[in-house]
Every structure is written in structure tokens, then in C-alpha cells.
């Protein structure tokens, strides 16, 4: 038999992958070179990133589908992760003689025990026996623009790290372990995965999506399988904390027992004592036992944790801490605290004293794979490691972090580089600040943030110093932008010249910057600029007027996280913090409940009136149809300087699927049409002259003049070409017209579509089923609609649909009914629509057909979307993004379609 040369596994995430197409092929280069050509295996889907590479820096590749039914059956089922469920969706394992193989998206992690894995019957594999230093693993660091680093796990550093987590454990004998991180980060390797083998004992694994969603799904998880030992970070504890207290609240407490719970890691950022604390507290009549939360210090270099705190909170308490001390190191590591001196050799510095954090013993790696430079700077002459953090060691031998070295901000877990959002606010061009003087960083002072670092924005301003409603208005835009980048809410700090230190190069000393704010040097500078926007939102804020405001502002306060002391009014907008539409779907849900309202509040509501006074008004007026007037144009962004881009809805008529594009388009508004039919009591449209006029005259009146940006998406296109055609015959320019994978032609698509794939089409649309799914029920959605009318077909839809994803839309059954007579009604006006005229340019967006028009890309370019030429004077561009029809903007393709839209819109000058 053939002997198989043993490879080397080497993780990464699809996330990883820039959403830039430039920082994509850097990276694919980088990892060519550092991993010396590796061979990458993933799923077909995944492909498209690798078809970008550099000729001379080319990655080979090798689908799971390629791979013989077996083996693949093995590594993936679909998602590029092998799994199988329990019926509560949880994949659990055993080590017993081995462990499943997995893939992490791109890149391969394959063992069975001995850290091999063979994927064909007829060849056998030499096993040999590794030495300690023999490389088994590397783990990718998480760095940015194709700069990660490589780290080698040699087999004696992780049965050392295994050793030493082991001897801070006091494992039950049966009791699993859980994780919910990929497998492509070291907490889960190190921590979970391969600590569970070394102790015998079963793990479970479950999608991060999950929990992230239902942050108490971790602990009835804990419960129901009697989890012993997991992690999670801070930000994630944070959350909890607020879920537990709302459920509190409401009916009285968990039902569950977590008397199992023996270690609920955390680490990856540091921990405020407070939310720990409080966890303890509203646990406890669960039976957790006391000081189960477990704070930590390690990275990928040390096989994640290595220093461990087993007296949170209890000490930390005492301590009067606001972050939770990381306590004192596993057998096998050592660490200290030094200085460097002008030699560049490290002095150890006292106890209690802040320093360089430095770690040495048999858990620490021995360098980054082909990168000696990286190497050499990482390690003291005397070979100990400089983790780039900053701490002190107190008088009990515990480890305290003040800060990092390092730039890179870490906010609820996501690390951030600061130049990047730097840029993003530079290409905001916000009114009132001065270009090029925006510099990033953060701060963990606990004044500013109880759950994470806070990120502090420091620029000139350009508006004069006493016109306070220019400040403010500036501050709110930084304070977007911003916020959309991190997900989180900035310090916005306005500065002089002066204070803006530059190099001979002309760059912004951010390292000078932050030390000037960390010692107060800028604290006057701050309270002046606290009080100028205190005295102009005193002017505009608002105060509750009726129980209705006050429950909405309660509830956005409490889902944003806005502290009670904050100047956050009625009057504003909830979109200038930052929200998501997931924020705002849990805003409307706590309010229907707590407001008993007798039907949900729908999502548009909140964005057509984006305060909590405006969304009380909504609420009084659900029992008056007569106050509610149709309006086509739903605002998703109000702020930026540039032309407005128009968004035209698909053929079930709602712009639910703009709301994640809008927060990523930053620089100009964005408005949407939503189609008639929807507000109770109200008709939808007749014709297609008629949707034509409505959204026409909706358009002038919101900007009366060109240059217009209109796309479509879907059906939509077909209404923005008209809508083009219009705006031009009357002499304004249209400069950007966009067709999101629709062709001209679309009549006979028109007449196959019949109620009931209206029905599929519309709960595909909205993730309540799969595809194929979608399109296997029609048969049974007609025959009860026919035989038990369309109350019954919906119902069965309902049986059929992701039960949470039915929950989070918030809709009853009598909304898709209506839903999808209007989306029938609209699919009805196109049945004899032909494409007449033209327009001076456009651009497609092309993306995966539908598996009912076309065989693939080629097929739909070439035999449909082609036929553009013939309405369109100019140039025509058919430009592909990442997914198929219906998921081009859903949350993995969305900043990625958006970036492309930007250099489109870009490139038409508007």
C-alpha cells in the first residue's frame, strides 16, 4: 500500500476572508506563503474568493464534493462542519477511539486520535510516533489586511497545556464539556475539545449562532446534558446578565439546575467583577455553585489559557476590582512582569508595579511558522515570551491587565483595527469634521463601559466652538458611523490642532494620543464639549409625555444598552445608536407585550418613525386606519451628504431585505418603496401606471432634482427602469440605474407564478424554509388553498417553518395572508409587461439564479440578463456578487454586496 505523507492542519474561517476584494487576494498570498503552498480543502459554495488569486501566489484547492462519498459524507454535511444532532439540534461526541473530522469553511482539521485521518478504504496510512517537537497543528491569529501569523503547536506544547488545564480542573468523571466556538479558535482546540480527550470525557459542540441569538440557550444546554465546563466571553456575560434579569422580571426566574456547572470560562477580553457578580447572584437559585465563573489570560501562542482565576468574584469583590483579576498560572508556565532596558533585554519589575507581560515554560509555542522576524521580536534574549500586554501581578501572585501594547481595539469580543475605522469615518466625509484628523483607540476605563472597551474617536472640528447644534450633529454622525463599524457605541472626543502629535511622515501618533487621554490630559477639553451637547439635547431631547413613549424609550434604552443617566431622549432617532434590525425586532416584540397590544407592531413601523415618540404615535393610531396615510418611502438612512440612493422593492413588495445594506452605506441617505397594501384597510395597487405615478411623484418630492441612484432588486428592477425611463424623458439625469439579477423579459415568469408559489416564493424570501423546500411544498400549498382556502395553506406553511425565525419576523398568520396577496397582486400587474425605451446606462448585479430560470451563471447571463443591451443607450456592466438570489444581501454577503455598490456608485459619479 501506498504510505500517505501526514498533513499538517492549518484552520480558517470563511469570516476571516475580507469583504474587500484587494485584502482578499493579499491574504490568499500571505497564507500561500506562509504555509508553504498548502493544499485547501472546502465546499463548493465557498469557491469564489479562491477563483481572485494572484497567478503567482496561487492556491491549490480541493472541494469536499470532489472528495469520494465517504469522506465527504465524513467532513461535511452542507455546512462545512460534520455534524450530527440529538434532536435538539446539539452535536455531542466522545473521544473514545478518536473524534469526527471537520472543516471550518476553508482550511482542514482531520484527526483520529493520533492526528490522522484517512480518507480512501484502499490506502493505508503509516502511523508514526511524533517526537514533542514534532509540529502538529498551526493556529492562524486573527490579524487584519492578510498580516495573521501562523503559530506552531508542537505535540509535547499541547499535552503540556492539556496537563496544566488539568490540574486547575476538578473534573466530574462523566459530566461533558460544551463549547459553542468554532473549532478554528484556540478556546475551543485547546480549551474544550482536545482538554475533554485528554480527561476522557464526552463534548458537545453546537453552532455559536444559536446561542448568540438565545444567550440562555447556554444554559439550558448546561442543564438539560449536565455540562461541567464551557466558556464564554465577556460581552457574552454582559448579555446574559440582561436576558436573566428580563426573564426575571417577567415570570419569576429560570427553571433549571446547574448544580453541574463546575467552570464557565472566560476570557479573550477582560471581565468587568460587577457582571460577574450579578451572574452569581441570579444563578444561585439554580445551584451554581459559587465562584463557577472562571476569568483567564492565554492566547493561540500558549494554547489558550494558561493563568486561571478560581475566586471570581468572590475575591475580586474584596478586592474592590472593577475587571476581575486572571488569577496565577497552570503547572508548566511561568510568568513576569518587566521593563525593557536600552540593551532590549527585560528586567523583571516587582510586584505590583505595570510592565510588559512575559511567560515562559513547556504550554508556550516556539515561533510563528516562516516568520522569523515576527519570531525574534516576540521573544526576550533570555527566551521568554512578550505577550504586548501590559500588567501588574498583585500581592497575592494574581495577574491584572491593564492594557496592550498592541493598537488593536477588542470590542464585545471582535478585534478591531483602529486605522480601518479611521478610514471609514475619513470616507464618511461627516459635516464638521476635519479630514484626515480622525484617530482611533480605546480605553478600558470602567467610567466609560461596564461590559467591554469602549472606542474613543478623536478629530477636529471644523464647525465654530460655540455653535453647539453643529456639535451635536457632528458628534451623532461620528457616533453612527462608527457605531455601524464596531457595533458599539463610541467616546467622541473633538480636539485641538495641536494635540494631534504627527510624524515626519505625517501620521497621526495614536499611541501618544491615547497615553494623553488615559492620564486626563484631554478631561477639560471633554467636559466642555459633554456640556455643549448637554445644553443643545436639553433643547431637543424630549421627555415622555404618555406611558407609551416612556415604555418605548424604556425598551430601546434597555436593548441598546444607553444607560439611565444618559441624555437620550424621546425625540431621537434610535438609528443614530447604531441599532440592528435585530435590536429593533426585540424593541417591538417587549412593547407589544408590555403594552398588550392586540396585534405586532410590524418592523417598517419603527423605521418610519424612528423615536420612541414616533413609534408611540404609531402605536396610539393601531386602532384608527383613518391616520394612517400611504407612503411609498421608507427612510432605512437618513444621514450622509451624497445623492440619495433609491431601493425599489422585490416582487412580494417589502424592503425588509434593505435594512442590513442600509447601515452599511454610510455617505448618502437611502430610501426604499414599499408597495400598497400592507397598513390595515388599505387596497394595493390597481396597475402598473399606477405604482409608476406613486413612486415618481414620492421621488421628486423627496429630492426634486437629479442626479438619481435607483436600483432594483428582483421585480424591482423592472419598476426602476420605468421609473428611469421617467425621470429622463422629463430631462434629469439618471447617473446610476441598477438591476439586481433581473432580466428585461419577465412576463412568462409572471404568468407561471400562481398563488401558491407566490406562498413558497415569499417564505423563502424571508428564511422561514429552504429553497428547495420552498419549492417541494407548492403542490400542497395549492391543493389546500383550493380545497380549504389560504388560512389553511398558510397554517401549513407555519408547520413547516423554523419555529424562531417565525417568532423573530413577529407576524401572525393573517399578516402572510395579506402579505401574500399583495405579492400575488404585484406579480399580476408585470403578466403583460414588455420592455419598451431605454435608459442611459446600467449596471446588473448578477448573482445565482433561481434553480427554475436558469442552469447557472453563464446560462443566466448569456441566455436573459443579456437582453439588457437593447434598453440601454450606453454602457451596460454586468458585475457578480457573492450568493444566489435570494441571499445576495443576507448578513454573509451583505457588507460585501455593499462594498461593491459603493465603487459602483463611485464610478457613476454619484
Known amino acids: 500500500m501506498p504510505i500517505i505523507d501526514i498533513a ?46 494572484d497567478e503567482e501566489a496561487k492556491l491549490d484547492v480541493l472541494t469536499l464534493e470532489e472528495l469520494e462519498p465517504t469522506a ?22 466522545t473521544n473514545g477511539n478518536g473524534v469526527h473530522s471537520e472543516t471550518n469553511g476553508n482550511g482542514v482539521y482531520s484527526t483520529n486520535g493520533n492526528g490522522v485521518y484517512s480518507t480512501n478504504g484502499n490506502r493505508k496510512l503509516a502511523l508514526p510516533s511524533p517526537s514533542p517537537r514534532d509540529l502538529a497543528a498551526l493556529m492562524l491569529t486573527s490579524g487584519s489586511s492578510g498580516n495573521s501569523k501562523a503559530v506552531r503547536l508542537a505535540h509535547g506544547q499541547i499535552l503540556a497545556a492539556l496537563e496544566g488545564k488539568a490540574a486547575f480542573a476538578n473534573p466530574h468523571p462523566r459530566n461533558p464539556y460544551l463549547s459553542w466556538i468554532g473549532m478554528d479558535h484556540v478556546a475551543n482546540l485547546t480549551e474544550i475539545h482536545l482538554s475533554a480527550m485528554y480527561l476522557g470525557l464526552p463534548q458537545i459542540h453546537v453552532s455559536a449562532v444559536d446561542i448568540l441569538a438565545n444567550p440562555i440557550r447556554l444554559l439550558e444546554l448546561i442543564s438539560e446534558h449536565r455540562v461541567q465546563r464551557t466558556f464564554a466571553p465577556n460581552f457574552f456575560l454582559a448579555k446574559l446578565r440582561r436576558e436573566i434579569e428580563a426573564r426575571t422580571a417577567a415570570n419569576g426566574g429560570l427553571d433549571l439546575n446547574l448544580e453541574c456547572l463546575e467552570w464557565l470560562g472566560s476570557g479573550g477580553e477582560a471581565n468587568v467583577t460587577d457582571i460577574c457578580a450579578a451572574l452569581q447572584s441570579l444563578l444561585q437559585p439554580t445551584g451554581v455553585r459559587p465562584n463557577a465563573f472562571v476569568p ?16 471570581c468574584p468572590s475575591l475580586d469583590r474584596e478586592k474592590r476590582l472593577e475587571f476581575t483579576s486572571l488569577g496565577r498560572c497552570v503547572p508548566g508556565i511561568k510568568m513576569r512582569i518587566a521593563r525593557i532596558d536600552q540593551h532590549g533585554c527585560s528586567v523583571e519589575l516587582p510586584r505590583g508595579e505595570t510592565g510588559m507581560l512575559e511567560l515562559s515554560g513547556r504550554a508556550v509555542f516556539s515561533g510563528y511558522h516562516n516568520n522569523q522576524t515576527a519570531t525574534a521580536e516576540s521573544f526576550a534574549p533570555d527566551g521568554w515570551f512578550r505577550t504586548g500586554d501590559l500588567a501588574y501581578i498583585d500581592s497575592d501572585g494574581y495577574l491584572n491587565l491593564t492594557g496592550r501594547e498592541k493598537e488593536v481595539i477588542i470590542v464585545n469580543g471582535v478585534k478591531y483595527i483602529p486605522s480601518e475605522l479611521d478610514t471609514a469615518l475619513e470616507e464618511a466625509k461627516i459635516p464638521g ?23 474613543v474617536v478623536a478629530y477636529l472640528p471644523s464647525f465654530d466652538a460655540q455653535d453647539d447644534e453643529a456639535r451635536l450633529e457632528t458628534q451623532n454622525n461620528i457616533i453612527r458611523v462608527a457605531g455601524m463599524h464596531t457595533k458599539s457605541r463610541p467616546l467622541v472626543l473633538p480636539l485641538l490642532p495641536t494635540d494631534f502629535t504627527r510624524s515626519t511622515l505625517g501620521k497621526i501618533s495614536r499611541a501618544k494620543l491615547k497615553g494623553a487621554f488615559d492620564r486626563g490630559d484631554f478631561a477639560a477639553q471633554q467636559a466642555v464639549n459633554d456640556e455643549a451637547v448637554s445644553r443643545q ?13 416612556e415604555a418605548a424609550l424604556e425598551e430601546i434604552r434597555r436593548q441598546l444598552g444607553v444607560p439611565a443617566d444618559d441624555d437620550f431622549g424621546v425625540c431621537d432617532s434610535i438609528l443614530s445608536l447604531g441599532a440592528s434590525s435585530m435590536d429593533l425586532i426585540a424593541i417591538l416584540h417587549r412593547l407589544r407585550a408590555r403594552l398588550d397590544l392586540p396585534e405586532p407592531i410590524q418592523l417598517v413601523e419603527i423605521l418610519e418613525n424612528p423615536s420612541a415618540r414616533g413609534l408611540a404615535k404609531r402605536i396610539a393610531d393601531m386602532n384608527n386606519p383613518e391616520a394612517r396615510e400611504y407612503n411609498p418611502v421608507v427612510t432605512l438612512q437618513p444621514f450622509g451628504n451624497k445623492a440619495p440612493l433609491w431601493l425599489v422593492h422585490p416582487g412580494v413588495g417589502e424592503i425588509l431585505v434593505f435594512l442590513n445594506l442600509a447601515k452599511h452605506i454610510a455617505d448618502r441617505p437611502v430610501y426604499a418603496f414599499r408597495a400598497k397594501g400592507f397598513n390595515r384597510g388599505e387596497e394595493p395597487f390597481e396597475d402598473l401606471e399606477s405604482v409608476l405615478d406613486c413612486y415618481v411623484a414620492a421621488m421628486r418630492k423627496r429630492q426634486p432634482q437629479g442626479p438619481y441612484a435607483i436600483a432594483g432588486y428582483s421585480y424591482g428592477a423592472m419598476l426602476a427602469f420605468e421609473v428611469s425611463k421617467r425621470l429622463e424623458a422629463d430631462g434629469d439625469q439618471v447617473r446610476y440605474c441598477g438591476s439586481w439579477n433581473l432580466p428585461p423579459h419577465i412576463k412568462e415568469r409572471m404568468r407561471q407564478l400562481d398563488w401558491a408559489e407566490c406562498v413558497a416564493n415569499l417564505f423563502y424570501f424571508v428564511s422561514l424554509v429552504e429553497e428547495d423546500e420552498a419549492i417541494r411544498q407548492c403542490p400542497t400549498v395549492r391543493e389546500l388553498a383550493q380545497e380549504q382556502g389560504t388560512a389553511a395553506a398558510i397554517a401549513y406553511m407555519r408547520s413547516i417553518s423554523d419555529p424562531d425565525r417565525w417568532v423573530e419576523l413577529g407576524l401572525s398568520e393573517e399578516d402572510y395572508i395579506n402579505w401574500a396577496a399583495i405579492a400575488s397582486r ?26 427554475l430560470v436558469a442552469k447557472n451563471r453563464e446560462d443566466w447571463i448569456e441566455n436573459r440578463l443579456s ?3 437593447n434598453y440601454v443607450r450606453g454602457e451596460l456592466r454586468f458585475i457578480n456578487v457573492r450568493g444566489a438570489h435570494y441571499t445576495m444581501l443576507s448578513p454573509e454577503h451583505v457588507e460585501s454586496f455593499a462594498e461593491t455598490l459603493r465603487k459602483v456608485l463611485a464610478e457613476r459619479g454619484v
Open 8 to 53: 499538517v492542519p492549518a484552520l480558517s474561517a470563511p469570516s476571516t476572508l475580507s469583504s474587500k476584494q484587494a485584502e482578499r487576494k493579499k491574504h490568499l498570498a500571505h497564507l500561500y506563503r506562509t504555509l508553504d503552498n498548502p493544499l485547501v480543502i472546502t465546499r463548493r459554495s465557498l469557491l469564489e474568493p479562491f477563483r481572485e488569486q
Open 72 to 93: 465527504a459524507k465524513k467532513m461535511a454535511n452542507g455546512n462545512g462542519v460534520h455534524s450530527e444532532t440529538n434532536g435538539n439540534g446539539v452535536h455531542s461526541e
Open 296 to 311: 483567564g489570560f492565554g492566547m493561540t501562542e500558549t494554547c489558550a489559557g494558561c493563568i486561571y482565576n478560581r475566586t
Open 433 to 455: 469634521a476635519t479630514p484626515t484628523f480622525f484617530c482611533c483607540f480605546s480605553t478600558m476605563h470602567r467610567a466609560y463601559s461596564i461590559d467591554t472597551e469602549t472606542v
Open 537 to 549: 439635547r436639553a433643547l431637543t431631547r424630549g421627555e415622555p409625555e404618555s406611558k407609551e413613549e
Open 826 to 851: 404585484l406579480q399580476g400587474l408585470a403578466k403583460d409587461y414588455e420592455p419598451s425605451g431605454s435608459v442611459a446606462n446600467m449596471d446588473i448585479f448578477v448573482a445565482d439564479p433561481l434553480q
Open 867 to 869: 437582453k439588457w443591451k
